[in-house]
């Protein structure tokens, strides 16, 4: 199987036509962030042994000792202009990079941190993971540099395991330098078993394989939105639409069809059952209306003031809370993409205004993570 490549990745096209399809364990991290002044350090732990299956550099499946010495890290990304664009469509890079069992790697996507590296962190020796002899000045930990000066997208880094038991850990932490603010999230893993398929890739629905209970969120309600006054406080909801109840990649973390135009619609209102007159209630418990409905394809990001009218963010200066709901827009008849009422919403709420609760404050401060 030959995964459709971008530019930078045709040079090596050859080592990534992978054998029959495997089963696999992934972390897939939902929301990955690149600019001038953020990065996205990305930790994973290699839980298998020996016996388990990874890739060779060629991409076939194989056990450590045979060869099976890498892991598939892929990047699905909008870049520079497109970053901002809530409709436009991703992107893909993806490589085989070194891994070993029982290894634990940090690595900058950015490569602001680890440049001379490949991008990875913190004295790692290079001995059982031979990544210094393994990757090279293009094809390396670095994914961030091949997705733009900005970006921002979702990543998956999976093996070829068809074994029982999940052997992929991962963590994220998005890294504001100049201000030196930080927030993280574990990555969502799943565990397929010895199926020969593609169902790694599902993370909502029945049939899904996630093991850690972070499934996709589907349909309304998608969680509890809190929100504090936004003059002080930035609240954003980070959103990676995927299908309801399909996978998202093909075996081997291939090109799907629709992988990189699935499109979802968020809205916020009041009701329990995710329809109602009402957008969120004030601290007083007034009900406000006064919705506005944001259209999210691949990945992107909506602030809270998006959500509701002018007239509404008036009323709710000081803040509230409502019902983040996820519908399936209409279905385009040129097919520039997939509807969908399933994803990740992680939300951040982060702020250097001069006040906190009217009272003098200094610095910056961000709290984020993955709604459920």
């Known amino acids: 199987m030959k995964m459709k490549l971008n530019a930078l990745s045709l040079a090596v096209a050859a080592g990534f036509i992978g054998s029959a399809a495997q089963a696999a364990d992934v972390a897939m991290f ?98 059982n993971n031979n990544w210094n002899a393994g990757t090279s000045a293009v094809l390396n930990y670095m994914l961030g540099r091949a997705a733009g000066n900005i970006q921002r997208g979702s990543l998956f880094v999976h093996n ?30 799943t565990d397929n078993g010895a199926a020969n398929d593609n169902t790694a890739f ?36 980070y959103v990676t639409p995927v299908p309801a109840a399909a996978p998202l990649l093909a075996a081997n973390g291939a090109n799907a069809a629709g992988w990189n135009i699935q499109q979802t619609r968020v809205a916020l209102n009041t009701a329990p059952g995710g329809v109602g007159a009402g957008v969120a209630f004030d601290r007083d418990e007034t009900l406000v209306s006064g919705a506005v409905n944001q259209n999210v394809r691949c990945v992107g990001a909506v602030n809270i003031t998006n959500l509701v009218t002018s007239g509404a963010l008036t009323v709710l200066a000081n803040g509230g809370w409502g019902n983040v709901t996820l519908t399936a ?40 993570f993955i709604m459920r």
């Not at 279905?331 to 997939?338: E, I, K, L, N, R």
């Not at 399933?342 to 200094?362: D, H, M, R, V």
């Open 30 to 127: 939902p929301y990955v962030v690149n600019s001038p002044t953020v990065t996205t350090l990305i930790t994973t732990v290699d839980r298998g042994d020996a016996n388990t299956q990874r890739y060779t550099s060629g991409g076939a499946a194989a056990t450590f000792a045979t060869g099976g010495t890498r892991l598939h890290w892929r990047l699905n990304y909008k870049a520079d202009a497109d970053a901002t664009n809530n409709v436009a469509n991703c992107a893909e890079v993806n490589y085989y990079l070194p891994s070993s069992p029982n290894d634990i790697q940090t690595v900058d996507l950015s490569g602001k941190f680890g440049s001379t590296t490949r991008g990875v962190l913190f004295n790692d020796p290079s001995v």
């Open 160 to 189: 070829a395991d068809n074994l029982a038991g999940d052997t992929i850990y991962g963590e994220a932490m998005i890294f504001e330098i100049a201000g030196g603010a930080s927030w993280g999230y574990q990555a969502v893993t």
């Open 202 to 237: 599902q993370f909502a629905g029945a049939g899904n394989t996630v093991s850690n209970g972070l499934t996709a969120t589907v349909a309304a309600p998608a969680g509890l939105l809190t929100f504090m006054p936004p003059a002080e406080v930035t609240t954003n909801l």
């Open 329 to 368: 827009p209409a279905a385009p008849a040129d097919g520039s993409f997939v509807p969908t009422n399933a994803a990740y919403i992680t939300k951040l709420e982060f702020g250097s205004a001069a006040t906190f609760n009217g009272q003098a404050q200094a610095g910056t401060f961000n709290n984020g």
